[in-house]
Structures are given as structure tokens and as C-alpha cells.
């Protein structure tokens, strides 16, 4: 999803070239496979959005999977990029590497102050020690390589299996299916409760591509050495009742909505701090009605491949 939102980015501000590798072409976890793909193209710039994610049922239930497979891809990438003289680099990571019961909204330096959600604490360690890769070789070697932490992202090309997908994704699928089946009743796990931050993809794209753009003296003014990430974030939070009443009216939904409290809430809270972002220039521009009826759109037209 966010692979392929860069990629449409870069392509309409008319980057000259533009190398990319599908799951089946490359396979990023293995390491000698991935120091061939650096040998092979000269590649100046890397946006590493790759990585194994999922919502809070799959990380909770494959925490093996998420920490290795992480891991291993963010290791040889990162390393290959080094040693190919790669002069940038853009690490994706995720605002589930602050400690669960953060303050709000959260800056760059909560990171390790707290005990992680455990739902997901295997797959925000591999994020947090993505993040401190980067800065190693910063301090080792000078690269030039930074970190985004996006908040929850949702869009075109979005995984909407409810076993392993987002809430967004998965209410999306829920009501729509509800309505088209004429079902009265649609399930939402846990309390409904918990506050969640949400971004369109295509600003998560628009975002990754200024902070690539930014002249090193900018960024690294705007970072520490050991805080070297940078939130990226809409600015504002809704609970997951209000998003399940907004997607259910989106999608025309006029039945009941029923809480599964047998499913798991996560952390309370996931609202992201902005403003090291805002203070480098950049803004969000897709308001989250606008990106619901969009995406809405595009899950109906590719129904087909929505599993
Ligand atoms: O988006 P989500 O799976 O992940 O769940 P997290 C957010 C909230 O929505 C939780 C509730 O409180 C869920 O219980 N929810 C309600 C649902 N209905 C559903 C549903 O049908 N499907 C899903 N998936 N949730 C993830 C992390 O945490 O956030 C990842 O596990 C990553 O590591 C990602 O950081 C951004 O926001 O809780």
C-alpha cells in the first residue's frame, strides 16, 4: 500500500527513474538475493516502506513472524544500501513503538521512555531497532539515513482480510458486505473505546517524498543524533465507535452495531505529535471523510482482489 503510493507520487513529480521489486521478484529477507539487487542497479535514493504489518489480531497472533521477517528485511536493506553508496534513506517505521500508556499526543522522544502494547510490542521492537539501525550507521559511518513514523495509514491497496487487516479496512469491508447481504447486525472488536489516528496513504506518500527532498543541514537540524525520526501524523484522533458510525454511514448502513468485547482493544490511545513535521514544511491535504468514501470506492471497484 505505501510502496505503491510513493511510487505514484515520485512518477507525477517527474522522477527520472524509479526501481522497484514486487514480493515474488525480491525477496527482501534474503540477505544475499538483496545485496545482489544493490550491486546490480545504482540506486541513489531508498524509501524503505517494505516490511510484514497487519492489524492488532495478526500481530497478536504471529509475533515470531512479525519480529524476524522485520527484522531480517530492514537489516539487508539498510546494510546493502550502505555498502552500495546509497546516498539516502527514508526508514518507514510505526507509531506503535511508543510505550502504550504515552502522553498525548505523543513526540519523537517517548520512544523507549515506557512498556510497550503488548499486542504488538515483536513488531514494534524490530521498528525501534530499525530506527536505532539508522542512526548507527549515521554516527559509524555519516549516512544520511532517516526515519518517518507514520500513524495508522489506510487507502488504495490496503489488505482488507479481517483476519490480518486494520479497523479501517475491515469496517469497510464490514458494513459494505452488511448492506450489499441486507445483514442487521455488524460486530466491531473490543470497546470501541480506544482513539486511533488515521492518514491517508497519499499523504503518507507526500510526506515520505518531502522529508527525502529536505537538504541534509534542514533535517538533521530539525532531529537529534539519537531522536533522529520524524512523526507523521493527520493531527487529530477519533474513537473506533465513531469511526465504525462513520464508515456505517458511508457505506448506508442503517442497522446495529454490536462490540465484541472477546476481541482486544490495544493501546487506549495513538495520537501522534506533529509538529517536528509541520516545522519542516508539511502538512496533510486528505481530510479522513474524503479518504473513507474514496477508499470506499476503490475497495467496490477491486472487490475482486479484496480476498
Ligand atoms: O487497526 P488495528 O487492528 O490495530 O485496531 P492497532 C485498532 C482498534 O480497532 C483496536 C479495533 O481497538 C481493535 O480492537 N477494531 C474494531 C478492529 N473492529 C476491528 C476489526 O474488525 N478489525 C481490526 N483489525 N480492528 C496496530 C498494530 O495496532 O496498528 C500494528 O498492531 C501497527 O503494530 C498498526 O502499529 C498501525 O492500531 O491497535
Not at 521512555?113 to 549515521?138: F, P
Not at 529536505?214 to 533522529?228: E, F, G, M, N, T
Amino acid at each position: 500500500m505505501v510502496g505503491s503510493a510513493i511510487v505514484r507520487r515520485l512518477s507525477t513529480a517527474g522522477e527520472t527513474r524509479v526501481v522497484t521489486r514486487t514480493r515474488s521478484e525480491l525477496d527482501l529477507t534474503r540477505q544475499s538475493d538483496v545485496e545482489e539487487f544493490f550491486a546490480d542497479e545504482r540506486i541513489d535514493r531508498v524509501y524503505l516502506a517494505a516490511a510484514r504489518v497487519g492489524g492488532i489480531k495478526a500481530n497478536n497472533d504471529f509475533p515470531a513472524d512479525f519480529i524476524r521477517e522485520n527484522l531480517q528485511i530492514q537489516t539487508n536493506v539498510i546494510h546493502s544500501a550502505h555498502r552500495a553508496g546509497v546516498s539516502r534513506l527514508l526508514f518507514l517505521g510505526s507509531s506503535c513503538i511508543y510505550p502504550r500508556l504515552a502522553a498525548q499526543p505523543i513526540s519523537e522522544d517517548a520512544m523507549m521512555t515506557g512498556v510497550l502494547e503488548a499486542t504488538n510490542e515483536a513488531y514494534a521492537v524490530a521498528k525501534i531497532a530499525g530506527i536505532k539501525m539508522c542512526e548507527a550507521y549515521r554516527r559509524q559511518f555519516g549516512s544520511d539515513f532517516r526515519s518517518a513514523m507514520p500513524t495508522n495509514l489506510y487507502g488504495p491497496n490496503d489488505n482488507f482480510d479481517l483476519d490480518s487487516s486494520h479497523v479501517l479496512p475491515a469496517l469497510l469491508r464490514k458494513f459494505h458486505q452488511a448492506v450489499v447481504s441486507g445483514e442487521q447486525v455488524v460486530p466491531v472488536w473490543g470497546s470501541g473505546k480506544p482513539r486511533r489516528e488515521f492518514l491517508h496513504v497519499d499523504d503518507m506518500a507526500a510526506a515520505s517524498c518531502h522529508l527525502m527532498a529536505l537538504p541534509a543541514d534542514q533535517y538533521w537540524s530539525a532531529v537529534s543524533d539519537h531522536c533522529s525520526h520524524v512523526n507523521v501524523g493527520f493531527g487529530s484522533d477519533v474513537s473506533i465507535a465513531e469511526l465504525a458510525e462513520r464508515v456505517a454511514s458511508i457505506c448506508g448502513f442503517k442497522g446495529r452495531i454490536e462490540f465484541d468485547p472477546s476481541m482486544p482493544d490495544g493501546t487506549p490511545r495513538k495520537l501522534l505529535d506533529v509538529s517536528r513535521l509541520k516545522s519542516l514544511g508539511w502538512e496533510p491535504e486528505i481530510s479522513l471523510q474524503h479518504g473513507l468514501s474514496s477508499t470506499r470506492d476503490w475497495m467496490v471497484e477491486h472487490w475482486n482482489e479484496c480476498g
